[in-house]
């Protein structure tokens, strides 16, 4: 629906005025390289290497999809992997579970708390993990009121996925960090 301000400049809907291209089956083609790289061609032009960034990484990981180039400089927003056929929404799914991988703790076996940093032993859906996360800042945050994300001091992040499957041992060693 088209209005007309005060400076009769007809205007459109919100995406034109944030500027966001949306990619779709008819203007975009994805393809992994011979280096296993993501790439894009939109309307003609070839985008190499590309990342795709969550808008809901915790929430909705098939929803509102940022293509990236290595600048990171936007190429395009994708509304949904639904929109797109099965074999490239596969294509991007795998781009995604790379980018946001996060295994789950299953289990924690021990936190230690020393001079700012807290070690933790846990079983994970990846195995058994030793990782240290810093103290403050953040490292450990409620993504929703009961999933946590804890992010270790090399950048790597964790998933409890519900805090109320814990043990009450193991919700003692986990809420000293919260």
């Known amino acids: 629906m088209e209005k007309l301000t005060d400076t009769a400049k007809p205007t459109s809907d919100l995406s034109d005025a944030a500027n966001i291209n949306y990619l779709t089956r008819s203007n975009a083609v994805f393809a992994k390289t011979a280096g296993q790289m993501l790439a894009v061609t939109v309307d003609g032009a070839e985008h190499p290497a590309v ?10 990981k098939r929803i509102y999809l940022s293509v990236r180039n290595i600048e990171n400089k ?26 946001y991988f996060a295994p789950e703790i299953t289990k924690v076996l021990r936190v230690k708390e020393e001079f700012g940093y807290a070690y933790w032993e846990t079983e ?3 195995g058994l993990c030793r990782f240290t996360v810093r103290g403050g800042g953040g490292n450990t945050k409620l993504i929703t009121a009961t999933r946590l994300l804890v992010t270790d001091v090399d950048g790597n992040r964790f998933v409890i996925p519900d805090l109320s499957s814990l043990s009450d041992k193991e919700y003692r060693m986990v809420e000293m960090c919260m």
């Open 51 to 60: 990342y795709v960034h969550c808008s809901f990484p915790h929430t909705n």
């Open 74 to 99: 936007e190429i395009g927003m994708i509304r949904s992997l639904d929109d797109f056929p099965e074999e490239t929404a596969k294509l991007l799914e795998e781009q995604v579970r790379i980018r």
């Open 124 to 126: 994970t859906t990846a």
